[in-house]
């Protein structure tokens, strides 16, 4: 498994596709956050903009490869496991994204509540920020994960399928992303610091689901 990982690693680095979610990320953040703003808000931003470049992640990963190249890799390890090194990879590269722009964004923010008057401790808010963080960007891989293949195979399908399940997760009553960016804000205004344990252990799951499915059904669907 891990020279599978390794495999992917670099062919996401080399492909230099994972540039313009990067770019975008690094866009949002320099609109939306400004230095000296309240932290826990900023650090909400940062993890609610995370959630779809995380599933952009997981379509870059999971189309790297020609059909060709996909079925080689997928006949000498399995399909499956080829295409769990894929999910992997693509989920590691956005929650290291989301962990460094959480500690970006701690560093110019202040350590204040929305209305300024409070002070928030900048290491517990920079530990809920990047659990929620985490948690966008679990849900973005399963978001990632449900809309390509071997799920849809058409981008013509696949890309608004994405766009809107990114959306959705965001806005939808019930996600885990929505419950903890809003703890997040919550936290500002009341001057506390959240820790958004169950949307955590929620996203986990759903991810767990999403890719689990994905993988069973590479087994049975040629590429």
């Known amino acids: 498994m891990t020279a599978l990982l390794r495999y992917q690693a670099a062919l996401l680095l080399r492909s230099q596709r994972w540039l313009p979610p990067v770019i975008l990320y690094a866009a949002f953040l320099a609109i939306g956050v400004q230095s000296g703003q309240p932290v826990l808000d900023s650090l909400g ?4 903009a995370l959630l779809p470049v995380a599933a952009w992640l997981v379509r870059i990963c999971a189309t790297n490869e ?23 990879v693509a989920l ?3 929650v290291l994204l989301g962990a460094a722009a959480t500690a970006f964004v701690t560093i110019i923010s202040a350590p204040t509540s929305t ?8 290491v517990p808010a920079a530990g809920a920020g990047l659990l929620a963080a985490l948690v966008c960007a679990l849900l973005g891989a399963a978001v990632g994960t449900l809309t390509n293949w071997p799920l849809l195979r058409s981008p013509g399908q696949a890309v608004p399928a994405l766009l809107l399940g990114a959306l959705l997760a965001l806005v939808l009553a019930g996600s885990p992303a929505r419950a903890a960016v809003t703890s997040l804000v919550e936290g500002s205004q009341h001057a506390t610091v ?5 949307p955590l252990v929620a996203a986990a799951l759903l991810t767990a689901v999403a890719i689990a499915v994905a993988c069973a059904l590479t087994t049975r669907r040629s590429p």
Not at 115 to 122: F, M, S
């Open 45 to 48: 931003y940062t993890a609610a």
């Open 115 to 122: 209305d300024h008057q409070t002070r928030i401790e900048a």
């Open 92 to 94: 590691s590269a956005a």
């Open 194 to 198: 959240p820790v958004p344990v169950l």
């Open 66 to 88: 020609p059909p060709a190249a996909r079925s080689c890799t997928g006949a000498a390890a399995g399909p499956g496991r080829a295409h769990l090194a894929c999910l992997l």
